[in-house]
Nanobody, 124 residues
Framework: QVQLVESGGGLVQTGDSLRLSCTAS????????MAWFRQAPGKEREFVAS????????VHADSVVGRFTISRDNAKNTLYLRMNSLKPEDTAVYYC?????????????????WGQGTQVTVSS
C-alpha cells in the first residue's frame, strides 16, 4: 500500500532552521506532484508548498516565500522542505501529500495520499 512517512520535525527556537523529509513507498514517486501542508491547533489545513513531478516547478505560499524551499529527489523517493528563519506562527503539524493529476494545487482535495504528519514547534 502507499505510504508517505514524514520526519525531521521538532522543537526549535525562533530563527532556527529545520529540514523535513517525506519518504514515499508503494507508488511510482515520479508520477506524483508533491506538496507540503500544515495544520495548527484550531485552524484549517494550510498549503505550504508544492513541486511538480520532475521538480522543475515549485510554488510556495506567501507566508513562507524566501524562508522555505521545497525540493525532491526522485531517485530516493523523497520530498524535502527546508525551513529557515522559523517563526512561532510556523508551529503546526506538517503533512506531505501526493497528487497524481494536479501540480501546484493549493486545494487539499486534489491530493490522493497523505502522510501522518510531523510536529514542528517554534518557541519565541
Amino acid at each position: 500500500q502507499v505510504q508517505l512517512v514524514e520526519s525531521g520535525g521538532g522543537l526549535v527556537q525562533t530563527g532556527d532552521s529545520l529540514r523535513l523529509s517525506c519518504t514515499a513507498s508503494g507508488l511510482t514517486f515520479s508520477d506524483y506532484a508533491m506538496a507540503w501542508f500544515r495544520q495548527a491547533p484550531g485552524k484549517e489545513r494550510e498549503f505550504v508548498a508544492s513541486i511538480s513531478w520532475v521538480g522543475d516547478n515549485a510554488v510556495h505560499a506567501d507566508s513562507v516565500v524566501g524562508r522555505f524551499t521545497i525540493s525532491r529527489d526522485n531517485a530516493k523517493n523523497t520530498l524535502y522542505l527546508r525551513m529557515n528563519s522559523l517563526k512561532p506562527e510556523d508551529t503546526a503539524v506538517y503533512y506531505c501529500a501526493a497528487s497524481l493529476n494536479y501540480a501546484g494545487s493549493y486545494a487539499y482535495q486534489h491530493y490522493d495520499y497523505w502522510g501522518q504528519g510531523t510536529q514542528v514547534t517554534v518557541s519565541s
